[in-house]
């Protein structure tokens, strides 16, 4: 089986493709983000500025004895402040404002784009994997927004400001700095691999936290009715200590990085005092200057120890824009072709499966040469064994996957022509598990329309005879249904999920195993609605109880993907000594 | 219920369970703040060797003197790497250790928290505690060694300033309260929104959730512009409560600097008179200089960890309340043991009620005699799951017992309970794992053997070896690479493939065809044979195999007896089968 091989991963090696395309997602946000970088760079300005007046201070104030030039010194550079204060705030307000509306854009692009891969990429990702694409890898980038973006953009300021005004209080100092930081990029670089390794572990590690966890929750009924939670958490625990020992070797990364830029920090900060005292005790350099130097450098390695800290930050927003690049260059197979087309109206409803082969995993044929036809209005029955790829013609007639040979059509047009928007309108599907969304009773019913009048919903259930029901729930179509629908009992699931498609109001309809939990009463009351609420409509019936069979209009019956016999039940008993065995085993068992 | 919504009263309990933790790790917690407290002292003395240096050049004694100070200067930083290492290691490892712990205390717990709590707890809501919330806690953890380190060195750099020069040292030491009450301010302002941003995150991620679990519902339907303004409006919330956020970032951050340039200015003024008054030396001022630069990363530190306690303490306070949340079902304090006999299962004047206050059955009696089968039988949502989810606690009666061979279930310890009442689900959940995998969740440790002939008991081992990587194929989530009746089969099998003494089959052969379920039955009929088996189906076939069948109506028993009897003589039974019957 293919599996796992969850939304392909773009290549993180290249910084600048990726954040090229990044900037591309949003052009609009490109002069913004300019301003915002102008208004950054005002604000490193002013806070560099800022050394050079205590330089003035101590030189010409404390070294010469003027008292002016030091309360001077001190007015100035409290103007300089209040002038940082504003721009500084400005700058952290401005990446803001760019940086959250770009993520809203984001978030609203990977969804859309999530929307449109089709169910074969759907079964083979995991489900939690495609929600952090939206959650966690989102706000990794909103993380770097909100802290990293303005800190490394200041820092990197900083640190070529500073290198330069370095340069110019003294060069040969500058230059024994410089090389104490060679050192530093170096070491850095060593430490980026490795931590980049610990990183790539740590992530690919919390996934499988968050897989199992969330299996954990959502098998949670059946490992207790099985008393396996001693199990699963020992297996857990396992899983969760890998994650663990990544996260361990990312810190013992950090943990030799960071004493050692401290090292060469006061390396730096020795050899410049080395130099500097010589050169004042030979009044070749002023002792202010020494001093402004030393400010300097604080300056200098903070910024740089920070860049580190903000490096890991962009790693991770890399990564998951890499990750999220990744997801929108998946191929949407499932599309409006150029040219295509709405669908004649009205619809008509005539159904055509022309030699339909199919296969979910190459290598392994679901559905071999099938070929069916479904009048307008008609009734069809499909039967067959389980796993003989009934639900799969479903899922082919609902365009969830597109043949891999021959052609299925609606009123004689290819699927693959006709407009989604109008594909949808035309048909519906119930499948064999009615998924429903946790909200009110209304608003599952009401799903296809959320405008629908609460008369219409009405009228769908009173037609299918399960007003009464609704009714005697303590808040009605108010009821919360819960996660999947989990306040309600299956058999109640599924008659939601009809009420659900009568309100559509479809064309065709296809009933996949829609009614397999009801009581035979129910059922038949509903079916009775069915005929009712189907009337003029072509609908495709699966379903294992043959009385559906007994009632349709014809009856195809599939074995091992291929179509062993087509007529109505009267004709298919008389000739298929397949169809014979079914109805009598399944008489059998009903009288 | 756990919710995402937090208020400060909380904090407490918050801050509490983080003490807690701190306690836990006590060894891991003290080396680090050892390491922070080796740093401190290293930090603070490499000023005063720069001011040092500095005096001796202001008096130009020559470089002799300066050498071996520049010497102790390197000693000062090698002693001070070592410090931050043992720091930053020890450090994590405590808050990874403490995450770790913490997220394993958290998985077993909701493994243990009973269905009701799982009817009404979202999997968004039990994810982001042991995700999120998690992660907060780990963030504050790791900052705790250094934040104690640093609030030592506030004092003894104030000390340490106030007796070099008491004038000027008061002034500099002005900026640690101002720096203080500006973080403590800015945490202030900012947590009501973090909690808000919290909240909608996990909004956004449950919308993103559903729409990826009902995917073909949304398809068929056409409802992705639905859903995508349902996720746009969540983002725009996002937005708006990070932008609030962002405000009073852009309020308070920049004084975080600004405030200890203030003192830098302070000192400049109030320090170069005194220099000139001859109150103190220039190598003393320059060393003042740098005691304020070398504070500000601490401040700036303590302000962050302020900042952000609030926040991390609403998510310990979640994590807390999620764990102190006893299950409903609770293991008796001795249990009994299960007498050895025919498996008699008996219902006592059971009511239950689910509780959300739906009332499902009243005034229950019903005998299954060991070693029979019982078929329940009523109509949609009459309570027929429920009845089959009592007998193995998953929930508990509202009033009445139920009692397996004499011993009321609830005296039993739940292991023995559940090892001996097996249940096959009407939803047949699969785990994404190889299909032997998911047979053995319901006996590890059965053999190959026994894997096998559960899977051909339901019928199942056929399509399995048809699979090119046969009982190794791994499924999709939820199963979902199966159809829907092989994955009710694989279920099937994973509830037959121990010997329990109760067998209890929920609607287990509703999506298989009627031949595959003729054999199943048959099959079934060794399995049952002596065996107490309470079966829930519709179908006349099932029905005419077991001993009596109960049929059940509006959530009261109505009738017990034999198939054809209660056929002859409860004409509502007939009724709910009878549309079958009338071909
Ligand atoms: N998403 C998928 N990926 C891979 N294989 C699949 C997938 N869905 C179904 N299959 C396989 O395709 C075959 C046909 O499945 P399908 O669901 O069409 O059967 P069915 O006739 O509807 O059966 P049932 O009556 O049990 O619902 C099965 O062997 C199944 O294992
Ligand atoms: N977790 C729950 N909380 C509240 N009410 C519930 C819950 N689960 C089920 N119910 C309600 O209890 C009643 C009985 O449900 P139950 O699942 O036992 O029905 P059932 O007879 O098995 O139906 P079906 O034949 O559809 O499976 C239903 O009306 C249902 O709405």
């Known amino acids: 089986m293919k599996y796992m091989s969850s939304a392909g991963e773009y290549n993180v090696e290249k910084p600048g493709t990726l954040i090229a395309r990044a900037a591309r997602l949003a052009p609009e946000l490109r002069r913004p983000f300019a301003a915002a970088v102008a208004v950054t760079f005002v604000a490193t300005i002013i806070r560099l500025l800022g050394p050079l007046v205590i330089r003035e201070g101590i030189d010409g104030g404390i070294v010469a004895g003027d008292r002016q030039t030091i309360l001077l010194a001190a007015a100035v550079y409290i103007g300089l402040l209040g002038l940082q204060y504003i721009a500084d705030g400005l700058s952290q307000w401005m990446v803001a404002l760019v940086g959250e509306r770009y993520l809203v854009r984001l978030r609203s692009v990977v969804f859309a784009k999530l929307m449109r891969l089709d169910a074969g990429f759907y079964s083979r990702s995991k489900s939690g994997v495609l929600v952090s694409r939206m959650t966690s890898d989102i706000e990794s980038l909103q993380e770097f927004a909100s802290d990293g973006a303005v800190m490394a953009l200041s820092n990197t300021l900083t640190v070529v400001g500073v290198a330069v005004a370095l340069g110019v209080v003294d060069w040969q100092m500058a230059l024994a700095v410089f090389a104490v930081v060679a050192v530093l990029v170096g070491v850095s670089a060593v430490f980026q691999r490795q931590a980049r390794r610990a990183y790539d572990q740590v992530r690919e590690r919390i996934g499988r936290v968050l897989a199992m966890l969330q299996e954990g929750i959502t098998g949670v009924r059946v490992v207790q009715a099985f008393t396996q939670e001693q199990a699963q958490a020992s297996t857990f625990g396992r899983v969760n200590e890998r994650y663990f020992e990544a996260n361990m070797a990312a810190a013992r990364a950090i943990s030799w990085y960071f004493p050692v830029v401290a090292f060469l920090r006061v390396v730096a900060l020795g050899s410049a005092l080395a130099i500097g005292a010589s050169r004042v005790m030979d009044g070749t350099m002023t002792i202010g200057t020494l001093v402004a130097f030393l400010l300097y450098l604080e300056w200098f390695f903070q910024p740089i120890i920070n860049l580190s800290n903000v490096y890991n930050l962009l790693q991770s927003a890399l990564a998951a824009l890499a990750k999220l690049f990744g997801l929108m260059d998946e191929p949407v197979v499932i599309d409006d072709r150029p040219g295509a087309y709405d669908l004649t109206e009205p ?245 | 219920m756990v919710e995402d919504r937090s208020n400060l009263g909380d904090l407490r309990v918050g801050v509490a369970l983080l003490l807690r933790v701190i306690m836990r790790y006590q060894g ?77 205390d958290i998985f077993t717990h909701i493994q243990r928290m009973a269905f009701s709590f799982h009817d009404v707890t979202s999997t968004g809501a039990l994810m982001a505690r042991a ?117 009073q970032r852009a309020i308070h951050r920049p004084l975080f600097e600004i405030i200890p340039a203030l003192g830098t200015v302070a000192v400049l003024a109030v320090g170069g008179i005194r220099v000139l008054d001859g109150a103190m030396t220039f190598g003393e001022f320059v060393a003042f200089m740098q005691y304020l630069a070398v504070m500000v990363l601490p401040l700036l530190i303590t302000g962050w960890f302020f900042a952000n306690l609030p926040r991390a303490a609403a998510a310990a306070a979640r994590i807390d309340e999620l764990l102190s949340t006893a299950p409903d079902i609770q293991e008796p304090d001795h249990p009994e043991r299960l007498r050895s006999g025919p498996g008699e299962v008996r219902f006592n004047h059971v009511s239950f009620a689910y509780p959300d206050g739906t009332a499902v059955l009243s005034d229950v009696n019903l005998t299954i005699p060991g070693g029979t089968s019982v078929g329940l039988v009523g109509a949609t949502g009459a309570g027929k799951s429920t009845i089959a989810h009592l007998i193995p606690r998953f929930y508990d009666v ?177 009724a709910v089968l009878a549309a079958q019957v009338i071909v």
């Open chain 2, 28 to 104: 891991v917690v003290a080396i680090s703040i050892l390491g922070a407290m080796i740093w401190m002292a290293m930090i603070l003395s490499i000023p005063y060797l720069v001011g040092t240096i500095i005096d001796l050049v202001v008096t130009r004694s020559g470089m002799s003197e300066v050498w071996p100070l520049l010497g102790l200067l390197l000693i000062a930083g090698s002693i001070q790497a070592v410090g931050i290492s043992l720091r930053r290691f020890f450090g994590f490892k405590l808050s990874y250790r403490a995450e770790a712990d913490l997220r394993n």
């Open chain 2, 398 to 574: 509202s009033s009445g017992s139920i009692t397996i061979d004499g011993v009321d279930v609830r005296e039993l310890s739940l292991d023995e309970l559940r090892h001996e009442v097996s249940v096959v689900f009407q939803e047949s959940y699969l785990f994404s794992a190889s299909i032997a995998e998911n047979i053995r969740v319901g006996d590890p440790m059965a053999s190959d053997d026994s894997v096998r002939s559960a899977a051909r008991l339901a019928k199942a081992h056929d399509f399995i070896c048809g699979f090119p990587d046969g009982y190794e194929t791994v499924v999709g989530e939820r199963g979902s690479t199966l159809s829907g009746g092989q994955r009710q089969r694989v279920s099937l099998a994973r509830g037959v493939v121990r010997d329990p003494r109760v067998l209890i089959l929920d609607d287990a052969t509703s999506s298989v065809d009627a031949i595959v379920e003729a054999e199943i039955q048959t099959a079934l009929a060794q399995v049952m044979a002596g065996r107490t088996t309470v079966i829930i189906a519709h179908r006349t076939s099932t029905l005419a195999l077991v001993d009596n069948v109960a049929f059940i109506e509006d959530g009261a028993l109505v009738a017990f007896g034999p198939h054809d009897e209660l056929l002859a003589t409860v004409p509502r039974y007939a």
């Open chain 1, 347 to 591: 619809v008509v409803g005539a159904v055509e499966l022309d030699a339909v082969s199919f296969s979910y995993d190459p290598g392994t044929l679901v559905l071999d040469g099938v070929s069916l036809k479904v009048g307008a209005g008609e009734r069809l029955a499909i039967v067959g064994e389980t796993g003989s790829g009934k639900s799969t013609i479903a899922k082919l007639i609902m365009r969830f996957y597109d043949p891999d040979a021959g052609r299925v059509t609606v009123d004689g047009d290819d699927l693959r022509d006709i407009t989604e928007r109008s594909r949808v309108d035309a048909l519906a599907l119930i499948p064999q598990d009615g998924f429903l969304f946790s909200g009110t009773l209304r608003e599952n019913i009401a799903y296809s329309d959320s405008s629908a009048s609460d008369e219409s919903v009405w009228n769908v259930l009173r037609a299918m005879g399960i007003d009464d029901w609704v009714r005697s729930l303590p808040e009605g179509l108010d009821t919360e249904v819960r996660e999947r629908g989990g306040r309600f009992s299956a058999g109640e699931r599924q008659l939601v999920a009809l009420a659900r498609a009568f309100l559509f109001d479809p064309s065709i309809i296809v009933l996949d195993e829609a009614t397999s939990n009801l009581d035979p009463e129910t059922e038949v009351q509903v079916e009775g609605a069915l005929r009712v609420l189907l009337a003029g409509r072509t609908s495709i019936v699966i379903a294992h109880r043959l009385r559906s069979a007994e009632r349709s209009d014809r009856v195809v019956m599939i074995d091992a993907g291929r179509v062993i016999a087509v007529g109505t039940h009267t004709e298919l008993v008389e000739s298929s000594p397949r169809y014979r065995e079914l109805v009598e085993v399944w008489q059998r068992g009903t009288k």
């Open chain 2, 131 to 247: 995700s999120s919330d998690l992660s907060q806690l780990r963030l504050i953890l790791a900052m705790t060694p250094i934040t104690v380190a640093n609030l030592v060195m506030f004092f003894v750099v104030t000390a340490v300033l106030i007796v070099i020069d008491p004038v000027l040292g008061l002034t500099a030491s002005l900026m640690v309260p101002a720096l203080l009450y500006t973080s403590g301010r800015f945490a202030g302002r900012v947590v009501g929104f973090s909690f808000d941003l919290q909240e909608r995150l996990s909004q956004l991620s449950h919308v993103v959730e559903e729409t990826v679990a009902g995917i073909e519902v949304v398809k068929s339907y056409g409802q992705e512009a639905h859903q995508q303004r349902r996720l746009d409006r969540e983002a725009e919330t996002i937005y708006d409560a990070a932008i609030g956020m962002a405000k």
